[in-house]
């Protein structure tokens, strides 16, 4: 294997999990995420998807542009860029892709948030216009869901939704799994295997995922959470977990604990509770050892 061919075939597919990574962790924050009332939370989606899609689209470009021949050197200074949009289109421009215009302006705001609204608040000019990203992803919102989210005051809840976690998935899913297809292509010409993904890779859902959203999987956890609770739960795994006494939580906070449970946010407001209570136990260390046992899958009994 010459080199080159280790590249494209070893480094990339490193690049095809840090891809997918990014635009995982993206749309599980967008999932988590509540409201729009803080824009460190609209940062935090635009900046992962603006990452991950970059990286997808740069193995895009490698696999198509690098030729044993070509000046290495100018390729590699060529991908120095974040213009999302930008590398989308040098990647269509080779290869057939059907990038309509709402993925455009989509890969456009992501272009400009990196450019200029990723560093926007380290400047005096930001004052004091300073949810820039926020309020034009609400604007894209408001444009293709027949929304009025960015009219809205900076102290008005700016509800998120299921709407808008669906689309913003499809319109990411969109545009990656393009990119994605023509990257499969790439390789099945060159004979090389930088698509293969781990099974326990997040991007795994992203590249081979029906959905690019975490709805499905919100039900699914509540499934479980039902089963447990059930009298259909039983065996010696059960008896195990039934034979600790469990803490002396508040009823009539059970929600926050299911919520909890769903989202990682949501720990924190339980865990102060949970804390309290194990200042009234003897052997604290005991229970984590339990605790650390309970989720084991090669537990002798």
């Keep these: 294997m010459t080199p080159e061919e280790w590249w494209k075939n070893f480094a990339l597919n490193r690049e095809i999990d ?5 635009i995982y962790n ?3 924050a967008l999932e988590e ?5 803080h824009p460190v939370d609209t940062f935090e989606v635009l ?3 603006a990452i991950g899609i970059e990286r997808l689209a740069k193995i895009a470009v490698i696999l ?3 030729k044993g021949s070509s000046d290495i050197e100018a390729l590699e200074k060529s991908l120095i860029t974040h213009n999302t949009l930008e590398l989308v289109n040098r990647v269509s421009a080779q290869r057939k892709m059907n990038i309509q215009k709402q993925s455009r302006e989509f890969l456009a705001l992501l272009a400009k948030f990196y450019k200029t609204h990723r560093y926007d608040r380290f400047s005096l000019s930001s004052v004091p216009n300073i949810e820039k990203e926020k309020k034009e992803y609400l604007s894209f919102l408001d444009k293709h869901l027949n929304l009025n989210l960015s009219s809205l005051g ?3 809840l700016v ?3 299921d709407q808008i976690r669906r689309f913003t998935g499809r319109v990411v899913s969109k545009i990656i799994s393009q990119i994605f297809d023509i990257i499969k292509e790439e390789t099945r010409r060159l004979n090389i295997y930088t698509t293969e993904i781990r099974g326990d890779s997040k991007a795994l859902k992203v590249f081979y995922g029906d959905r690019l959203d975490f709805i499905d999987e919100r039900y699914i956890r509540k499934e479980i959470l039902l089963y447990l609770i059930s009298e259909k739960a039983n065996g010696e795994h059960c008896e195990l977990m039934k034979s600790v006494e469990p803490l002396d939580l508040d009823q009539g906070l059970l929600p926050s604990y299911i919520q909890a449970l769903l989202n990682d946010r949501k720990v924190t407001y339980v865990s102060d509770e949970v804390n309290d209570l194990y200042l009234e136990i003897d052997d604290v260390k005991k229970r984590i050892e339990f605790l650390d046992a309970i989720d084991c899958e090669y537990l002798s009994y």
């Design 18 to 22: 840090t891809s997918g990574t990014f």
């Design 26 to 28: 993206a749309i599980r």
């Design 33 to 37: 995420l509540e409201s729009f009332q």
């Design 47 to 49: 900046y992962s998807l």
């Design 64 to 66: 198509i542009e690098h």
């Design 154 to 156: 900076d102290f008005d």
């Design 159 to 161: 509800p998120n939704t």
